[in-house]
């Protein structure tokens, strides 16, 4: 093939504009946006929300109940964010944003593995005792039994 058949000339084309297109994706500057004085207030508004919904999480001592509301909550999440997709139907798809319940769950994993661990190494500890006391028991009531068999014999 020559290269100016029709065909390799549009491969050319193509290729030259693809080129082209993945170089300037690639250098391309991200542009900077900054929030306004009044968007920042609203964003430290919400974070602060965000962290006294986690620390209200946090002080709930019953496991159970406090996954339940976890639980409750994501699912109010999700159904707010189907009735925002009904609504517009013409918005960019993304990822539902969980605001840090992984992270959460993730402390709660970790907190409960941690306390399993404590109260096996309690158990353990109790039982190297125990040994150690029927062990140390049943020496003395050897050396007695010795004793009394000299004694005798």
């Known amino acids: 093939m020559t290269a100016s058949t029709p065909a390799s000339t549009m491969k050319a084309v193509f290729l030259a504009v693809g ?3 993945i170089s300037a994706i690639a250098f391309a500057e991200e542009q900077k946006k900054e929030l306004s004085e009044e968007g920042l207030a609203v964003l430290n508004q919400l974070q602060e929300l ?3 919904e986690d620390d209200a999480l946090a002080a709930i001592d019953d496991e159970n109940e406090r996954a339940l ?3 409750i909550l994501d699912k109010e999440e999700d159904e707010a964010d189907k009735l925002e997709e009904t609504k517009e139907t013409t918005r960019v798809k993304r990822a539902v944003r969980r605001r840090g319940r992984r992270a959460g769950r993730a402390r709660a994993a970790r907190r409960r593995f941690l306390r399993r661990l404590r109260r096996n190494q309690r158990r353990a500890a109790q039982k190297r005792r125990a040994h ?3 062990h140390r028991k049943n020496q003395r009531r ?3 039994k010795i004793r009394r068999i000299q004694q005798r014999g």
């Open 19 to 21: 080129l082209l297109a």
């Open 50 to 52: 965000r962290k006294e």
């Open 69 to 71: 509301i976890s639980k």
């Open 132 to 134: 150690a006391r029927r």
């Open 142 to 144: 050897a050396a007695a």
